[in-house]
């Protein structure tokens, strides 16, 4: 059980209501990250806005930012992102296979140069951002312009954030349906 109670959209002000009824409709649920975020409201709609602007604007396609914050989840075992963005992920192309066996991309063949470019940036600074060496950027820089290294960058950082805050609070996968307008407390 998370350490923090989850928020139904009762529970907050007219102006939270309006963001949950917006991501219940694209998600069929509102995530609990979301619900516990709603503690603190202007934490939340910022995080909304930069997570959409993360995720849904540049030139990245979302596609390759979705495997990219499956590798960083699974990198800092995060099961509660895993839960949501593995679905997403294959949802967008990728197979089961590529998804459950992400951690072999050096030695597989079905990932462009460009796609382990990026792979190597995501579980690189996931791990240790001091260690993203020369040689690994300049290469990243051979597939992507500036912009785009921002954006993959950006999908990183976000996703190492979500990581850490769903694991100190032991935040369990969203169930569909949940923080619609009837959903019981914990």
């Not at 992507?144 to 950006?154: D, I, N, Q, R």
């Amino acid at each position: 059980m998370s350490r923090i109670s989850r928020l139904d959209r009762s529970e907050v002000s007219p102006d939270l209501a309006v963001l949950f009824d917006k991501v219940f409709a694209q998600r069929g649920n509102v995530p609990n990250m979301f619900r516990v975020m709603a503690h603190r409201p202007e934490i939340f709609s910022t995080m909304q806005a930069h997570f959409g602007a993360v995720l849904n604007s540049g030139t990245v396609p979302t596609k390759l930012k979705e495997l990219i914050i499956v590798r960083t989840s699974q990198v800092n075992e995060t099961p509660y992102c895993l839960a949501s963005h593995t679905i997403l992920a294959r949802d967008l192309g990728w197979t089961d296979e590529q998804l459950a066996s992400l951690a072999e991309w050096p030695k597989r063949d079905d990932f462009t140069p460009a796609e382990k470019a990026a792979l190597r940036l995501a579980e690189t600074v996931t791990r240790d951002p001091h260690a993203l060496s020369d040689e690994h950027f300049a290469e990243l820089c051979s597939f992507y312009s500036e912009g785009e290294v921002v954006e993959l960058l950006c999908a990183i950082g976000l996703f190492n954030y979500f990581n850490r805050f769903n694991n100190a609070l032991r935040m369990e996968p969203t169930k569909p349906g949940e923080g619609g307008c009837s959903t019981p407390r914990d």
